[in-house]
């Protein structure tokens, strides 16, 4: 079951703060951000796993609510170079394989000067 | 640079046509994913390896195939290309395919089907 991510498109001004969510019906082992820049490859940026653990990147952050099955990430006083599409991975007991990572359709973060 | 290599990075081919791509993943990674990514969809999961054995297969349709060989690179064999298949294919590697391992992607094959 694919996760759903709000807001589908987000633009902020540089220093401006955003959260971007992610949601599963199922039940989650562990959420994995991403993010992917215009005609490159996605890029690990941290995963959390089930515990309700939340863990930071310079300044961006995400929380992992494993009872709601709900991920969030925060990006904190943005910069240019945060712009990007945002996604989030989840990983489940479901389809009878832990190790495959189901995708959002992304989050389109464009910071301006 | 992720360590990950795909081939061809461009790809025009005619619809009834049968392709392949192909990846290397990173020194070390035991584990293959192949990923498509269209404009409304996202990155769609098709299918994964560890060490030559399908592991997790995801929406890969019946026209598609995958294998891993024993040097860990793998293929994806599309064949009777439809218009739809227009797409950004992804490859991905980890070290184990298992739960909690992050993902290197590579940089992608680009397909057109005219």
């Known amino acids: 079951q694919q996760p759903v991510q709000s807001p589908q498109a987000v633009i902020l001004r540089e220093g401006e703060d955003a959260v971007i969510n992610c949601s599963s019906s199922?039940?989650?082992?562990?959420v994995h951000w991403y993010r992917q820049k215009h005609g490159e490859a996605p890029v690990f940026l941290m995963i959390?796993?089930?515990?309700?653990e939340q863990k930071g990147h310079e300044k961006i952050s995400a929380s992992f609510n494993e009872k709601k099955q709900q991920s969030s990430l925060y990006l904190t006083a943005s910069q240019l170079s945060y712009s990007g599409t945002y996604f989030c991975g989840t990983e489940g007991p479901y389809g009878g394989s832990q190790g495959n990572l189901i995708f959002g359709k992304g989050t389109k973060l464009s910071v301006k000067p | 640079d992720s360590g990950v290599t795909q081939t061809p990075k461009h790809l025009i081919t005619a619809t009834g046509q049968r392709v392949t791509l192909r990846c290397s993943p990173r020194s070390g990674d035991l584990s293959v994913y192949w990923y498509q990514q269209s404009l409304d969809q996202g990155l769609q999961f098709l299918i994964q390896y560890y060490n030559g054995e399908e592991r997790a297969k995801g929406n890969i349709l019946e026209r598609f195939s995958a294998q891993q060989f024993p040097d860990l690179h793998s293929e994806l064999n599309l064949s009777s290309l439809e218009l739809g298949d227009s797409a950004l294919y992804f490859c991905?590697?980890?070290?184990?395919?298992?739960?909690?391992?992050?993902?290197?992607f590579g940089s992608g094959t680009q397909l057109s089907v005219l």
């Open positions: 991905a590697s980890s070290v184990g395919g298992s739960v909690g391992e992050k993902l290197f």
């Open positions: 959390l796993l089930k515990g309700g």
């Open positions: 199922k039940a989650l082992y562990s």
